[in-house]
């Protein structure tokens, strides 16, 4: 006679207590692997109670199962033991957050979030900054070690998303002024969206320029393709390819070509990709999970490190916790921010 597993004894045990009255033939572990069915009878299960746990009840009904069905039953006399509870609706993966950077600036630029900030080169940008120029600004902040925008003067910016899956996921809002973009998709599933009053511009790896204003919005393609769908008017998709410029106003929309204006503008992204090379994939991937504080003595409990005063050469005076040195690179984080440092743009550190 075939011994029955000590473990699922027990089990085993305790159904018949709390099943006196059930028809079910005993388990026979002859059943595991055999192909033909067989007849018991099952307990409906009620709602389940405030607590969550589902209560058997008594009454019963036929059902047919497998033999091979009594494999679930071994792997529970293995040592698991469970309560059914109600199932949960799984939480929405919206992705890790990422961070940007500062790759190159001219003249007034300001993160505006919260207090205005100057900006300058390295520092780190998160989703959420609102960025600003001035007349004669211009900034370029690097998004990924593929991507790059520029925003020029008198334009105001929003970056509305940042964020990684599988891929990156990036969404921007011109709210005004102009914006040039230079995207190099890494993977196929990864997006990158430009909205503006009028029109949202879905890339598929492209340098093209985006202008807002209260009165019309204008996407041109540089090189590549570009998808726009206006928000007003005809609000079908437009597939715009090198050369290619759509104007949305109040009243419409208009689709032109104008290969030689692309041409003339190829040599400034051209600059923008220089930029973008001084911005390091590893050292903008350890800024990802940088923390802040409200004190200087939280920060340095945080990173269990000492604030040191760095003093570059440009004057800045900077307090903070130097997170980690790589690639001729400081990522430091302070009170105020968190910036990427080039080691040759620091006069000092005091320690």
């Given at each position: 006679?075939e011994?029955m597993?000590?473990?699922?004894q ?8 709390s ?18 069915r067989?007849s ?22 036929k ?7 009594a494999?679930l039953?071994?792997g529970?006399?293995?040592?698991t ?9 799984a ?6 957050l ?51 925008i ?14 990684q ?5 990036i ?7 102009k914006?040039l ?5 890494e993977?196929?599933?990864?997006n ?11 890339v ?8 807002a204003s ?10 590549g ?14 597939a ?10 109040d ?21 923008m ?9 590893e050292v ?6 940088l923390?802040t504080a409200?004190t ?14 760095i003093?570059m ?15 001729g ?23």
């Amino acid at each position: 006679m075939e011994r029955m597993n000590p473990e699922f004894q027990t089990f085993a045990e305790l159904l018949k207590k709390s099943l006196p009255n059930s028809k079910a033939p005993d388990f026979d572990p002859k059943w595991i692997g055999m192909s033909p069915r067989f007849s018991v009878e099952a307990n409906i299960m009620q709602s389940p109670t405030k607590d969550n746990v589902v209560q058997l009840s008594g009454s019963k009904n036929k059902v047919w199962f497998l033999a091979a069905a009594a494999i679930l039953f071994v792997g529970i006399g293995a040592g698991t033991y469970f309560t059914i509870f109600k199932k949960e609706a799984a939480p929405v993966a919206e992705g890790t957050l990422l961070k940007a950077a500062v790759v190159f600036v001219k003249g007034e630029a300001k993160n505006v979030k919260e207090a205005p900030v100057a900006l300058h080169l390295g520092d780190i940008l998160s989703e959420g900054d609102k960025i600003v120029t001035g007349k004669g600004g211009s900034i370029d902040i690097g998004l990924t070690d593929s991507s790059v925008i520029r925003l020029k003067e008198n334009s105001e910016l929003v970056l509305k998303s940042l964020r990684q899956t599988d891929a990156s996921q990036i969404r921007i809002s011109l709210m005004s002024g102009k914006i040039l973009n230079l995207v190099e998709k890494e993977k196929k599933n990864a997006n990158y969206f430009v909205d503006t009053p009028t029109v949202v511009a879905a890339v598929r790896g492209t340098s093209f320029e985006v202008n807002a204003s209260d009165k019309e919005s204008s996407v041109f393609v540089v090189e590549g393709a570009v998808e726009v769908t206006p928000l007003i008017h005809d609000k079908t998709e437009k597939a715009l390819i090198t050369g290619g410029l759509i104007i949305v106003t109040d009243e419409k929309v208009i689709v032109i070509e104008d290969t030689k204006r692309a041409k003339a503008e190829g040599p400034e992204y051209g600059d923008m990709r220089k930029n973008l090379s001084g911005l390091d994939k590893e050292v903008l991937a350890s800024t990802q999970n940088l923390k802040t504080a409200k004190t200087e003595q939280e920060l340095e409990e945080l990173y269990d490190k000492s604030i040191e005063h760095i003093i570059m050469k440009d004057g800045r005076d900077i307090r903070g916790v130097v997170v980690s040195q790589k690639k001729g690179k400081l990522i430091v984080q302070t009170l105020k921010g968190s910036y990427i440092l080039d080691e040759n743009s620091v006069e000092k550190i005091i320690y």
